[in-house]
T-cell receptor, first 110, second 113 residues
Framework: EAQVTQNPRYLITVTGKKLTVTCSQN?????MSWYRQDPGLGLRQIYYSMNVEVTDKGDVPEGYKVSRKEKRNFPLILESPSPNQTSLYFC?????????FGSGTRLTVV | DQQVKQNSPSLSVQEGRISILNCDYTNSMFDYFLWYKKYPAEGPTFLISISSIKDKNEDGRFTVFLNKSAKHLSLHIVPSQPGDSAVYFCAASVQNYGQNFVFGPGTRLSVLP
């Protein structure tokens, strides 16, 4: 089954403790992206990657890092999480005409 | 400033009636538009798309209309069903610039039995 898999689904952490949210796709898509969803703001793009070793900032990249060492994986790294990064995060991949989204990671930073 | 706007945060419709969800955009370069549907605790799923070379696209109960001069698109659901209750996101992109989509804030549709 074609899918985008994110882990974990839920995460509660403390301010400043580094964390990684993993994302993997099995569709051989070149394009992958991370979004955060906040009430009233919709889905805002954090980072995207057009291919392996090619990443670029989206609209809200501050406080986040990504890497794309292989085509299927696109982890999101929060080096020093802060409470304003409490949000619902979605990973997505695309083969050209729209995104396939993962199920989301709800992150709470206390 | 939001490039893609969905000015109605929520909409309630009776089962069997038509649901109309609206979306406006400001960037005249956008030439490809998508609608996504999102249930709680799930990721958004693709619903329907339209290219700027068309002004209408249908898929079963779902029809998307595009008015390029007004920079406006709308999603019509006929007839509405309780299972259509979800958040609907409009998204737009400039196809020649790759696959980055700009999303609207979403409209929560409630279809009442």
């Amino acid at each position: 089954e074609a899918q985008v898999t994110q882990n974990p689904r839920y995460l509660i952490t403390v301010t400043g403790k580094k964390l990684t949210v993993t994302c993997s796709q099995n569709m051989n898509h070149e394009y992958m992206s991370w979004y955060r969803q906040d009430p009233g703001l919709g889905l805002r793009q954090i980072y995207y990657s057009m291919n392996v070793e090619v990443t670029d900032k989206g609209d809200v990249p501050e406080g986040y890092k990504v890497s794309r060492k292989e085509k299927r994986n696109f982890p999101l790294i929060l080096e020093s999480p802060s409470p304003n990064q409490t949000s619902l995060y979605f990973c997505a991949s695309s083969g050209g005409f729209g995104y396939t989204f993962g199920s989301g990671t709800r992150l709470t930073v206390v | 400033d939001q490039q893609v706007k969905q000015n109605s945060p929520s909409l309630s419709v009776q089962e069997g009636r038509i649901s109309i969800l609206n979306c406006d955009y400001t960037n005249s370069m956008f030439d490809y538009f998508l609608w996504y549907k999102k249930y709680p605790a799930e990721g958004p799923t693709f619903l329907i798309s339209i290219s700027s070379i068309k002004d209408k696209n249908e898929d079963g109960r779902f029809t998307v209309f595009l008015n390029k001069s007004a920079k406006h698109l709308s999603l019509h659901i006929v007839p509405s069903q309780p299972g259509d209750s979800a958040v609907y996101f409009c998204a737009a992109s400039v196809q020649n610039y790759g696959q980055n989509f700009v999303f609207g804030p979403g409209t929560r549709l409630s279809v009442l039995p």
